[in-house]
């Protein structure tokens, strides 16, 4: 890693499309995330303490954590890094200077391209592998420990259930519909590992999933898409979600028809980070938290 973790928490954007993306699932969260950026910040938020000294030896302590290879912090972060840098610089580079306004999405629609069905199922349920992996290395863990995951979910909160809540949205509801969960474990179900070869996303992370061979791997995926579609389906049922109702909570700053909600997705996979910006979040709470603790 060329950048420590205060490092990347110091660089954290207040103001982008990313921020803007979250910020419109509040309706489905109130109050849930706070864009907490700063690694001092962080650190007094988290914490709760004010003492210059305390302080200083958390951070230390937490940095010691971060840079010793033994624990899996770094790779957590390459995770979360790694999984989000399939999008294009759309949304830095073309859009930088709109954030804020309300951005007319028609006239970039020459410039997306939708993902097929099969794309997104594979991309939503690597971004769910990403998480179960990354949970278990912050926490220190087998890799394949599922069932520790599903546990933990109950009691996700902040960033992380926030990430969580816009997988749901932004990769599941809005490119593939309200019956997006059953859709996902038939398309999963059909797929070959040949295919899951081909796919870059896979290329980019297969190391880190669990399984000897691209058999095994798509047999993981699947065994981890199984674990949480019970816990997918409750939330959009218990929040009343439909793609409608996502979307027309973006429209406040981007604005497009409703009849093209594939591109819609596109869009937020070429524009947004989600991953990585709360993912360096869930990661520096976690060190903060057990640096505290371990003072």
Not at 16 to 39: A, K, M
Not at 198 to 215: L, R, S, T, V, Y
Not at 241 to 247: D, G, R
Request: net charge negative; aromatic share 8%.
């Amino acid at each position: 890693m060329s950048k420590s973790i205060n490092q990347r928490v110091d660089e954290l954007p207040t103001n982008n499309i990313t921020i803007f993306s979250l910020r419109s699932l509040d309706f489905v969260l109130p109050g849930e995330w706070e864009n907490l950026v700063g690694w001092d910040n962080s650190i007094r938020t988290i914490t709760g303490e004010s003492d210059d000294s305390l302080i200083q030896l958390v951070s230390d302590r937490a940095l010691a954590l971060y840079n010793d290879k033994s624990q899996g912090y770094q790779t957590a972060l390459w995770l979360y890094d790694t999984i989000d840098s399939a999008g294009s610089a759309l949304g830095t580079a073309a859009m930088a200077n709109k954030v804020g306004e309300k951005v007319p999405l028609l006239g970039f629609l020459n410039k997306l391209t939708p993902k097929a069905d099969k794309a997104q199922t594979i991309d939503l349920t690597l971004k769910l592998v990403v998480e179960i992996v990354a949970f278990c290395k912050i926490n220190g863990i087998p890799g394949d420990s599922i069932g520790d995951f599903v546990k933990s979910l109950g009691d996700y909160s902040g960033e992380s259930l926030m990430r969580m809540a816009a997988l749901v949205c932004f990769d599941g509801l809005i490119p593939l519909g309200p019956d997006f969960v059953e859709a996902v474990g038939e398309r999963l179900g059909m797929l070959s590992p040949s295919e899951l070869e081909d796919n870059q996303e896979f290329k980019k992370i297969k190391d880190e999933i669990p399984g000897k061979n691209a058999e095994h791997k798509l047999g993981f995926m699947g065994e981890s898409f199984e674990s949480v579609r019970g816990w997918m389906s409750d939330f959009v049922t218990s929040h009343e979600l439909t793609p409608q109702k996502v979307s027309n909570r973006l429209q406040s700053f981007i604005e497009f028809s409703d009849d093209r909600l594939d591109y819609l997705a596109a869009f937020l996979d070429m524009s947004t980070d989600y991953y990585r910006h709360t993912g360096v979040q869930t990661l520096a709470r976690r060190l903060i938290e057990r640096s505290l603790a371990e003072i």
